[in-house]
């Protein structure tokens, strides 16, 4: 009796044990060195609300939204809001550094990423992104610099040190004498007798053969999904799947590394066209790399954002409780695309001998007509002009200095000097239809100009929107001439309509949520650092890159369990 009892118990006790072990945070760590290959998928810049604003979009979960697993924290050396220089040196090395540096700690010290450390077991190693490949994200995987906008030194790291980089900027391999920065060498050229396969394009994907590959599909950075060129430039996905193609082509294993560059720049830009869509451009790229883990059965695929970017909130003051995500289902390019176009098809006034007022520009009338391709008609015994602008007419009585538009009289549209008549640009475009953004050049007032077009004609194409007089007002009130003024401008309307708020056009500092999927996935249940991440996957891969990362995943396992 006494026997059959602890034989019971002893089968009990064996049953709770096998069960307990098999719940997520209550069993020690995976076996080390389990893990043959490693994709590690950083959607920058991405935080939970894009994720619920691609999920509204889409109108189904993503689909590595089911293996969802912790957070992670994102602070950096010397604030506690990182770039992603500094987010990208944690996550590769395992150190904290201050933003800007680029797998440099704040000593001055150099440490090995995690892939210096798959190479070095032999494993085969990669590099994909949307930006410049030398960008900072996969910069901190392979080079070491105190400055990330040290690109061209940057890229004097990547040949040799990495199998299969894929992703813009040829312009920092190529050398000066052929339209590059480098000085003197042409990376190129190396890469091709290192024996990488060298590409350009789309249509070269099918041709790479070899078990290195160099892949530069535009000069600069590639552009926001939703605007790219399809029949050129390959998408992340088709990068992704000729990365892994490539890669696993080597018996002793990978570690690749795939950046959504640009979901971080849609951020920046407060742009929620162009951030759904390159989330949606990033969950194919992660459907790759699941399909081969599911199939491989030795892969790990870890997806998470290096720092939140923008502060985007689902929902604004003026909705209420209410969000108009749908709307953006009709638009056909990002609000670059938009700024593009405007300026484009807009007819530039030089404004350089303008008179300014009260900050409005004013040019004399038969300047603006004779651009504007326009008719003027002075009538001398009445002391007026009649002006045909755009196929609009009005009258300028030089008397009272008022302007007649059918039954309507204006004032302050312009003013009389020594026989001159100069207009205001902004309000007599308004007139006629059109509209004035005034583009600037600090410190450079000769090439002030404005930019005469129909907003309505050129951007609700775009964007599937009716736009508003305040939409108008808005996008005429910023610098043209800027770089990015109109275009965020431009992201701020879209989101409006979208009822979509932001809190920063810069990164923010919350935690980010982390994904996994495969060969030890449940190590990164819970709160981890972003320091943490690069230990456990040494430890998994069994790369060994740090001496004390068996005791750190059984603290790790500790702090989980109790």
């Known amino acids: 009796m006494l026997q059959r009892f602890i034989r019971k118990t002893a089968a009990l006790l064996m049953s709770l044990v096998i069960l307990l072990g098999s719940l997520p945070g209550t069993a020690g760590a995976e076996a080390k060195g389990r893990a043959k290959n490693v994709i590690l998928l950083i959607p920058d810049g991405m935080g939970i609300s894009y994720m619920t604003a ?43 550094t201050n933003n800007g540096m680029i797998s440099v700690t704040p000593e001055g010290k150099q440490p090995s990423s995690i892939l210096d450390a798959a190479r070095e077991k032999g494993k085969g190693t990669g590099l994909v992104a949307t930006s410049r490949i030398t960008h900072a994200t996969p910069a901190v995987f392979t080079a070491h610099d105190p400055s990330r906008g040290n690109e061209v030194a940057i890229a004097l790291d990547y040949i040799g040190n990495v199998d299969v980089i894929l992703g813009g900027g040829r312009d920092m391999f190529l050398p000066q004498k052929d ?151 009709k638009a056909k390019g990002s609000a670059n695309a938009v700024r593009d176009a405007l300026k484009k098809q807009a007819v530039q006034l030089p404004l350089g001998s303008a008179k300014q007022v009260d900050g409005r520009y004013y040019m004399p009338v038969r300047e603006w007509v004779r651009e ?55 309000k007599a475009a308004t007139m006629i239809g059109l509209q004035a953004g005034i583009g600037t050049v600090e410190g450079e007032p000769g090439k002030t100009k404005a930019y005469i077009v129909d907003i309505r004609k050129v951007m609700e194409p775009i964007v599937g929107l009716e736009l508003t007089e305040s ?33 920063s056009r810069h990164h923010t500092g919350e935690e980010v949520p982390l994904y996994a999927y495969g060969i030890g996935s449940d190590e990164f249940v819970g709160l981890i650092d972003n320091t943490d991440l690069p230990r456990i996957l040494s430890y998994l891969m069994g790369v060994e890159h740090f001496s004390d990362e068996t005791e750190f995943m059984q603290k790790l396992e500790n702090r989980r369990n109790h």
């Open 471 to 503: 939409d108008l007002q808005w996008l005429t009130s910023v610098n043209w001439e800027s770089g990015s003024a109109l275009s965020n401008e431009v992201g701020t309307v879209i989101s409006a309509h979208a009822l979509i708020s932001w809190g």
């Open 179 to 329: 339209g590059g920065n480098q000085p003197e060498r042409d990376l190129i050229a190396e890469a091709k007798d290192q024996g990488y396969d060298y590409i350009t394009s789309r249509s070269d994907l099918n041709r790479v053969t070899g078990d290195k590959v160099l892949g530069l599909f535009d000069m600069s950075d590639l552009k926001y999904d939703i605007d790219r060129d399809q029949a050129n430039v390959p998408s992340l996905a088709e990068m992704t799947g000729l990365a892994v193609d490539v890669l696993s082509r080597n018996d002793q294993g990978f570690f690749l590394m795939v950046e959504g560059s640009q979901i971080d720049w849609a951020g920046h830009a407060n742009d929620p066209v162009a951030l759904i869509h390159d989330v949606l451009a990033f969950e194919e790229a992660v459907n790759v790399a699941l399909e081969f883990a599911k199939k491989d059965g030795n892969t790990l695929v870890v997806i998470v954002g290096d720092h939140e970017t923008g502060g985007i909130n689902i929902g604004n003051t003026a909705g209420g409780y209410k969000e108009n995500i749908a709307v953006l289902k």
């Open 54 to 96: 691609a999920r509204i979009f889409k109108g189904e979960e993503l689909s590595f939204e089911r293996y969802v697993k912790g957070l992670m924290k994102t602070y950096s050396a010397d604030t506690n809001i990182t770039d992603s220089a500094a987010a990208g040196t944690a996550m590769a090395t395992g150190y904290k």
């Open 372 to 426: 504007l391709k326009g008719e003027l008609v002075y009538d001398e015994a009445a002391s007026s002009v009649q002006v045909s602008v755009n196929g609009t007419a009005f009258a300028m009585n030089l008397l009272n200095e008022t302007i007649v538009q059918g039954e309507e009289t204006e004032e302050g549209i312009y003013f009389l000097e020594e026989g001159t008549a100069y207009i205001d640009v902004q």
